[in-house]
């Protein structure tokens, strides 16, 4: 029987605790975006699945009983469409584009009851140039080739530079359902703050470290109290544009976040086919092979643009404890 092992509920917990709160006084209010507050949660363990469990499966054991029109933990019904219409997704592909916000690691089922789900809550946060919040939109279509161009959707993002006590980085390779640029190498983490008031925070980039933190737990199963959000440096940001295959792509304003902490990771299979620890003659290593085609490897194009214009410099004032020095976040450096 599967059990609810510690990990899961780390996540679950952070799922909850991600949720958008409520004041007396939304509360109360009759506005569409007003929450109400969660007021129970009742787990159920269940061996009923299995680690390649399918979103469908995840549904149909895992209802949610809530007071909106909202009845399931499943995406809402404004990115349905897009869901129904790629049928070229697979299961896990359709939950990491649409459910991951949503649904858990799923070992065992839940109910929650009057809390409401909105999908801005669960979005992309869209950005001009300058890095002004100018609406929002979904992980889909901020994705989508198509709208990117022809709608000029630039998304804010973050990636990760996580280093040990040896001052060794660790990079994770992206597991093969993911739906842009699988397989390929890439610094720790790399994801989206999401149109949240916890992670819409402008000052000190609180917004942006607060997502960090909920996305290394989730996809590499390190715990918040491994990476506090007041010891990520944010270094500088950059505005970059990379098309993955003829369908999809990024179009990302990225803030470049460095952290020094020795941590225990588990990593999501889902997101995650590899991971390891490298120094820098070992990443010059994988630089030369991803240069020269061998052994298939391949980086991330946002990775690679913070190798070659940033990451050795700043791996000087990683060891040299002095990474503020570095820190530039006048400059949005358009690569």
């Not at 089922?109 to 999908?119: A, G, T, V, W």
């Not at 008031?197 to 109290?225: C, H, P, T, Y």
């Not at 690679?304 to 940033?310: A, I, S």
Request: with cysteine; aromatic share 10%; net charge negative.
């Amino acid at each position: 029987m599967s059990s609810f092992n510690s990990i899961n509920a780390i996540r679950f917990q952070s799922l909850l605790a991600a949720a958008p709160s409520t004041s007396a006084s939304s509360s109360s209010s009759s506005s569409s975006s007003s929450f109400s507050p969660l007021k129970s949660v009742h787990f159920k363990p269940t061996s009923l699945f299995a680690s390649t469990a399918s979103a469908a499966d995840c549904r149909r054991v895992c209802p949610v009983r809530a007071s909106s029109s909202y009845s399931s933990v499943t995406a809402p019904p404004s990115t349905m469409g897009d869901v129904t219409a790629d049928s070229a997704m697979d299961a896990v592909q359709r939950r990491l584009m649409f459910e991951d916000e949503f649904v858990p690691n799923p070992v065992f089922s839940f109910f929650i009851s009057d809390y409401f789900l909105y999908s801005q809550h669960f979005r992309c946060i869209l950005v001009d140039e300058n890095d002004r919040v100018v609406g929002h939109d979904t992980k889909y279509n901020c994705h989508l080739m198509e709208k990117i161009e022809s709608e000029n959707l630039l998304h804010r993002a973050f990636s990760v530079f996580l280093f040990n006590s040896k001052y060794e980085l660790l990079l994770q390779q992206r597991s093969a359902t993911k739906v842009t640029f699988p397989l390929v190498w890439t610094n720790t983490c790399c994801s989206h703050p999401l149109y949240r008031d916890s992670e819409l925070i402008e000052e000190n980039a609180l917004g942006v470290r607060n997502a960090a933190q909920r996305k290394l737990l989730d996809e590499l199963g390190i715990s918040a109290d491994d990476v506090p959000v007041d010891q990520f440096t944010t270094l500088g940001r950059i505005l970059y544009k990379a098309p993955s295959d003829g369908k999809w792509g990024e179009h990302e304003l990225d803030y470049l976040l460095f952290i020094v902490r020795d941590v225990k990771v588990h990593p999501n299979p889902d997101e995650v086919a590899d991971v390891k620890y490298v120094n820098r003659e070992d990443l010059k290593e994988i630089l030369r092979k991803a240069d020269a085609g061998e052994e298939g490897v391949k980086l991330s194009p946002w990775f690679r643009l913070v190798v070659d214009n940033f990451l050795f410099k700043w791996w000087d004032h990683v060891e040299n404890g002095t990474l503020k020095e570095a820190a530039d976040m006048e400059t949005i450096h358009k690569l």
